[in-house]
């Protein structure tokens, strides 16, 4: 059975930094890509960042580029967003999610929720200002 566990997540002033860790188990890790959306009440999960399976490939949304940096460690089977300068509209859930397929690299973009079959529970991160 494959599980995401995130975590991390907590409360921080504007400008600060957190580190947000998502343990996957119960599949060969260093086969499948994996990616980081966030979402507030009452909107639709939207894509943060992705790395594809063997960590060359990555991809960030505009809002969070030059601030957030994620990547991936296969000995501990963790993917991870490193997330500086933080700014109020930061504050979300955040979850992370591994691809569908091994060794994708299909036409279904790192963006597209439809590219990711399991989900972790996701981690509260919040942004004062």
């Known amino acids: 059975q494959v599980q995401l566990a995130e975590s991390g997540g907590g409360l921080v002033q504007a400008g600060g930094s957190l580190r947000l860790s998502c343990i996957v188990t119960g599949r060969t890790f260093n086969r499948y890509g994996g990616a980081w959306f966030r979402q507030t009440p009452g909107t639709e999960r939207k894509f943060v960042a992705a790395i594809n399976w063997s960590g060359v490939g990555t991809d960030y949304a505009n809002s969070v580029k030059e601030r957030f940096t994620i990547w991936r460690d296969d000995g501990n089977t963790a993917f991870y967003l490193q997330m500086d300068n933080l700014k109020p509209e930061d504050t979300a859930v955040y979850f992370c999610?591994?691809?569908?397929?091994?060794?994708?690299?299909?036409?279904?973009?790192?963006?597209?929720?439809?590219?990711?079959?399991?989900w972790g529970q996701g981690t509260q991160v919040t942004v004062s200002s």
């Open positions: 999610a591994s691809e569908r397929d091994q060794y994708y690299s299909g036409p279904v973009g790192y963006r597209n929720p439809r590219r990711y079959a399991y």
